[in-house]
């Protein structure tokens, strides 16, 4: 059951899609979605899902009253969600529609990522029996969504300082992690900012590699991003882009780097074979610890 007043036939611009729930964390997350609507100049719409999650024992049964006070509620968030979202771009506002559903919130934000050019997310929702559970909503979908991910911590980084900020990748130098290089270049172009692009060519603490062999290692790792990068600093050359490359964990690399960026993007998956999991793990990590915005894409 569902009350929109938005088509959900495919759009040749998709939409942004920012799921809501009442949260601080997910009123950041709408003004962070509103923000990059505008910067690509497509709609945005913003959902709630008013379902009660599974889990909490049988027996709970819902009568017309209850839909409807339920329904209430969603349209009162959802109000408050399209304030902030009009805050939040005054001057460039993106096209808005507004969606109170029934249906569970983690299966309803995968099906329509299908269809979406982004899912942003809070890090924190309201609670255990509360209808959002935005804390395993974030960790779900950037695992399954079909779309790449925006998960908005403590702070949606929109204000003028953070705005001047670079944007930061992490690259790993396999294919995987071509559609996040090739996301975080377009989001520093629009946004007219740096990008930082990050290799960790350790798997472990610096401390922890070798001296023999250091500098070959070293050599190898810097060619490896420099060809990571070619393609995509030529299709974007109004991009200014700084190179680090550390023998550290991935993940610790990209949490120091993230205390100078306003937005951090990561692949979903590592190098391939045994070590499959490194980038994973990384994205990981990164998703309850990081401050800034992330935005975690999917490997073809």
């Not at 329904?71 to 939040?88: C, F, K, Y």
């Not at 130098?173 to 989001?187: C, K």
């Amino acid at each position: 059951m569902a009350i929109e007043n938005a088509p959900r036939a495919a759009q040749p611009n998709p939409p942004i899609l920012a799921a809501v729930d009442g949260s601080a964390s997910s009123y950041q997350a709408v003004a962070w979605a509103a923000v990059e609507a505008a910067l690509h100049r497509c709609a945005l719409h913003i959902i709630t899902s008013m379902a009660i999650p599974t889990g909490f024992g049988p027996g709970i049964s819902l009568g017309k009253t209850d839909l409807e006070w339920m329904r209430r509620d969603g349209e009162r968030v959802l109000t408050e969600a399209e304030r902030v979202a009009r805050t939040a771009t005054s001057g460039e506002e993106p096209s808005l529609t507004t969606e109170v559903s029934f249906e569970l919130v983690i299966p309803l934000l995968i099906g329509r990522s299908a269809q979406a050019r982004m899912l942003v997310v809070g890090s924190r929702g309201l609670g255990a029996f509360q209808r959002g559970l935005l804390g395993s909503v974030s960790t779900a979908t950037t695992h399954h969504a079909r779309c790449p991910v925006a998960v908005i911590h403590g702070i949606s980084a929109i204000d003028a300082v953070s705005a001047r900020q670079p944007v930061l990748v992490g690259v790993d130098g396999t294919d995987n992690s071509v559609p996040a290089v090739g996301l975080a270049f377009e989001e520093a172009s629009r946004r007219k900012v740096d990008l930082v692009a990050l290799h960790a060519w350790s798997d472990t603490s610096g401390l922890d590699v070798p001296v023999r062999g250091w500098d070959a290692a070293r050599e190898s790792a810097e060619a490896l991003l420099a060809e990571s990068l070619a393609g995509w600093s030529d299709r974007y050359p109004d991009v200014a882009v700084r190179r680090i490359v550390t023998a550290n964990r991935p993940a610790r690399s990209l949490l120091e780097e993230s205390a100078n960026a306003q937005l951090v993007v990561v692949g979903t998956h590592g190098r391939g074979g045994f070590m499959s999991t490194v980038l994973g793990s990384t994205s990981n990590a990164l998703l309850h610890s990081v401050e800034v915005p992330m935005i975690v894409v999917r490997s073809r």
